[in-house]
């Protein structure tokens, strides 16, 4: 497709989805309802059949925005019921007792944890119920030739494709074949995964909440899964992880540093040596579009903008992307070229946004959560979101518990600031005012 769009008429071009993941799938749904028959390229074989992966990223926390998008499919609902609601964070010092924290003011606001393997087959199910979405499994995509109009596979014949939409990931070969303006940045940080089972046939932990381990520069998180297992998360420097290099070695950090869950985890050593070391990575990339004399490329979720998981948000963020995709065709009658255009102005600065608020809340959760200052603004933060209701909103809030635009929230929370700034400023005036005349009328 040229770049205005004129190869073909508008609805009769072939697109392709690279990626079954969560964001081709939920797109696939939602271009397939539009009419717009789409092939969808995955390169893992049919999980459906094969059955997930051990040890990489077990369980997501699926908020407000992620709900949003798969209420637009019919989904909220089925997810909701495979999902554990976490209320707050419960922190878990290194000495001493562990302390809950809520995730809203009342309280009652929670984030759901739920099984990407059993989030990805009900999209995966969604798409291939959906007319005119064929699923293409064990099919690695190496690029996408944009002239030529192909869509380049490893081991096949590059087969034709109009509009190519990239769902690949964070590693997205889609990204690296179109040679963007691109920046990875690699965290000294790494991630491995670790189970906590059952314990006499129930949760070990408070299945309630997300459980923090901070310690500084470090930590551990737990999300609850529906078989009464965690799913637990070391973020450690990488070294730290090379560095661990026998079962005693092991054991040893984690009765020193983790020692309420030492004797949690049975299979600890073995799951350490075995479970993989996985990288994270912010990656920022300009534009996410390519116009070529044969097909028009867009890039969306990870392979667009990932970011680190800090704040349970990159999966939320990649429905997102889906549903303006979709917005964006129904604004312009369908034409690809102006809607995946007005699609990534749109989109840019809130996934800029959040990628910042997910690397800050990495500091917030592996240190500040630990400090009394941070629980006493916490409760003071709360206090003032019930009082001032819908004036003073939390960032966890508008993030978490809203569809309000990324991009909106850090400007908002500079503004609440300023005003309540002026208003405590105002009212010591007053009181010293007040404090003042008393003094000269005695
Ligand atoms: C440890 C960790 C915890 C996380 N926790 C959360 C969380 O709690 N909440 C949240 O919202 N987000 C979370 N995320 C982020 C979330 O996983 C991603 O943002 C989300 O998966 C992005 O969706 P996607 O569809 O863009 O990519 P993916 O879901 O990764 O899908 C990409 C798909 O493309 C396929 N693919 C890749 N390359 C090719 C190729 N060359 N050819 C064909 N197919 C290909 C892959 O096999 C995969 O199926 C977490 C991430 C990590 C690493
Ligand atoms: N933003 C972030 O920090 C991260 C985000 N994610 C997102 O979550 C999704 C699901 O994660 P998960 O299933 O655990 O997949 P992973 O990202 O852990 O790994 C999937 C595959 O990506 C390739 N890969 C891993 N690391 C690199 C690297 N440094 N450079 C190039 N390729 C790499 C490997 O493919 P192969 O075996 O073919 O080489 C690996 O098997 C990912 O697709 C990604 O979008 C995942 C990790 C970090
Ligand atoms: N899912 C995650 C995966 C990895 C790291 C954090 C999360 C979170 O969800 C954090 C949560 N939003 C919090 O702020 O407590």
Redesign the pocket.
């Known amino acids: 497709m040229a770049r205005d769009g004129s190869a073909r008429e508008p609805g009769g071009e072939r697109v392709a989805i ?9 797109l696939a749904v939602l271009l397939g309802r539009r009419g717009v028959p789409v092939t969808v ?4 074989p049919d999980p459906r059949i094969a059955g997930a992966e051990r040890g ?2 077990i ?5 407000a925005r ?1 709900l949003a998008a798969l209420e637009q499919v019919g989904l909220r609902d089925h997810a909701l019921k495979q999902a554990l609601p976490m209320h707050g964070r419960m922190v878990h010092p290194a000495r001493g007792a562990q302390n809950f924290q809520p995730y809203s003011a009342d309280g009652e606001r929670a ?1 759901n ?1 739920i099984s ?1 393997g059993e989030l ?1 087959r009900a999209l995966l199910e969604a798409a291939d119920g959906t007319p005119g979405v064929t699923l293409r499994f064990s ?4 690029g996408v030739d944009v002239d030529a109009g192909m869509v380049l596979l ?1 081991g096949a014949n590059p087969e034709p494709a109009d509009v190519v939409l990239a ?8 990204r690296r074949s179109l040679h963007l303006d691109e920046d990875a940045d690699f965290l000294a940080h790494g ?1 491995k ?1 670790l189970t906590i089972p059952p314990r006499d046939g129930g949760f070990a932990l408070d299945p309630d909440a997300l459980h923090i381990w901070p310690r500084g520069t470090s930590m551990m998180i737990a ?1 609850p899964n529906l078989d009464r297992s965690f799913t637990c ?1 070391l973020f450690w420097d990488k070294d730290d992880f090379a560095a661990l290099d026998t079962p005693e070695k092991v054991t040893a950090r984690f009765e020193d540093e983790y020692p309420d869950v030492a004797g949690l985890i049975p299979d600890l050593a073995d799951d350490f040596a075995h479970n993989p070391v ?1 990288s ?1 990575v912010t990656v920022r990339c300009w534009p996410w579009t390519r116009y070529g004399d044969g097909a028009v490329v867009a890039l ?5 903008h ?4 800090f ?9 997102e ?1 889906c549903i303006e995709i979709d917005r964006c065709l129904t604004e312009t009658g369908g034409d690809w070229a102006r809607a995946l255009s007005l699609y990534q102005e749109r989109r840019k600065a809130n996934t800029d946004a959040i990628a910042e608020m997910a690397l800050d809340n990495f500091v917030e959760m592996r240190d500040r959560v630990s400090s009394r200052v941070y629980r006493a603004k916490q409760a003071a933060t709360h206090a003032l979101e019930r009082r001032l209701a819908g004036r003073y909103v939390s960032r966890y809030e508008l993030v978490s518990f809203s569809t309000v635009p990324y991009a909106e929230i850090p400007a908002r929370i500079r503004r609440q600031n300023r005003v309540l700034g002026l208003a405590v400023a105002g009212a010591a005036g007053a009181l010293g005012l007040a404090g003042l005349l008393r003094r000269r009328r005695s």
């Open positions: 690279v990626g079954a993941g969560l964001a081709g799938c939920l390229y995955e390169r893992r990489r990223s369980n997501l926390a699926i908020s992620g984030i944890s990407r990805n099919q690695r995509v190496a490893e769902g690949d990931g964070a590693y997205s070969a889609v991630y995964e999300l998360t996985g994270l969306l979720g990870d392979a667009a990932a970011i680190v998981p704040f349970g948000q990159g999966a939320n963020c990649a429905f992307d």
